[in-house]
Each structure stands twice: as C-alpha cells, then as structure tokens.
C-alpha cells in the first residue's frame, strides 16, 4: 500500500487528497497527515520543512517519491479528471517538473476552486442521497 504524506493543513492538499481517495484506487492508498509522521519520515532522510513543501509518496516496495515523481504515483490509473494528467505528456512532463517547485512553495495562495470538487468534502456529501447506494 502507498502511503501518501500530505499538508493536512493546506486547504488544496486537504481536496487533493479527498479526490485521490474517493477514487477507485484508494484501498492501494494511504493518505498520512505530515503533521504527527515527522518520525517516519525522518528514517528516509526527509526533514518536516521538505515534507511540508513538497509531496512525498512511499511506494508499497519502500521507496520514497517526492516532488512531481510523487503526485504522479499519486495519480497512476486515477480515472477521474485532473490536470495532473497532462503532466506526463511528452514536452508538458519536463516542464511540470521544472514548474512543480514553485507551485509547491505558493499552494496556499491558490483558491481550492483550482481542482474539482470530492463528491463528499468536509463531512457534506453533493451526492443525493437516493443515489448513494448506486455505486
């Protein structure tokens, strides 16, 4: 199982990390707060600010991803629409990595409205409750 360490107190990794485990591959996933794992995250050599500015997935064999390696095994086989996707493109994938840094270090002064809406965020779910259960 991945373990995905996020920013649990930054409003798009908060969305982000609701969208990933609403999906379908979310049993391959674990999303763990950076707040409280700065231990396990130490034993890789990951300090908290690092951890803090940039996403890092610890893939199910033991390797840590950071940075756009991460938010692509993040978003491997996700079915939903992100345009992290357009991030693996050839040409686009350099410039996502090159660009990924600087998005990182200002993420809390983008509005959440930048990435779709969970279907249930916050504790409210959008989804009616007649169909609910047809999933």
Same mark, same amino acid.
């Not at 500015?53 to 086989?77: I, S």
């Given at each position: 199982?991945?373990?995905? +360490? $996020?920013?649990?107190?930054? /409003?798009?990794? *908060?969305?982000?990390?609701? @969208?990933?485990?609403?999906?379908?591959?979310?049993? +391959?996933?674990?999303?763990?707060?950076?707040?409280?794992?700065?231990?396990?995250?130490?034993? $890789? #050599?990951?300090? %908290?600010?690092?951890?803090? %500015?940039? @996403?890092? *997935?610890? %893939?199910?064999?033991? *390797?840590?991803?950071?940075?756009?390696?991460?938010?692509?095994?993040?978003? =491997?086989?996700?079915? #939903?629409?992100?345009?992290?996707?357009?991030?693996?493109?050839?040409? @686009?994938?350099?410039?996502?990595?090159? @660009?990924? /840094?600087?998005?990182?270090?200002?993420?809390?002064?983008? /509005?959440?409205?930048?990435?779709?809406? &969970?279907?249930? =965020? #916050?504790? *409210?779910?959008?989804? &009616? &409750?007649?169909?609910? %259960?047809?999933?």
């Amino acid at each position: 199982m991945h373990k995905i +360490f $996020y920013d649990a107190e930054c /409003p798009i990794c *908060v969305r982000e990390i609701e @969208l990933i485990m609403q999906d379908s591959r979310a049993g +391959f996933m674990e999303a763990v707060p950076i707040q409280g794992s700065e231990a396990v995250l130490a034993q $890789y #050599g990951i300090t %908290t600010e690092a951890a803090l %500015t940039y @996403l890092h *997935v610890l %893939t199910d064999d033991g *390797v840590m991803l950071q940075k756009m390696a991460a938010v692509r095994k993040m978003y =491997e086989g996700y079915q #939903g629409f992100a345009l992290v996707k357009l991030a693996n493109l050839p040409l @686009l994938d350099k410039l996502a990595d090159w @660009l990924y /840094p600087w998005f990182a270090r200002h993420r809390y002064q983008f /509005p959440k409205w930048l990435l779709p809406r &969970p279907e249930c =965020e #916050g504790g *409210v779910c959008r989804i &009616p &409750p007649k169909e609910r %259960t047809k999933k």
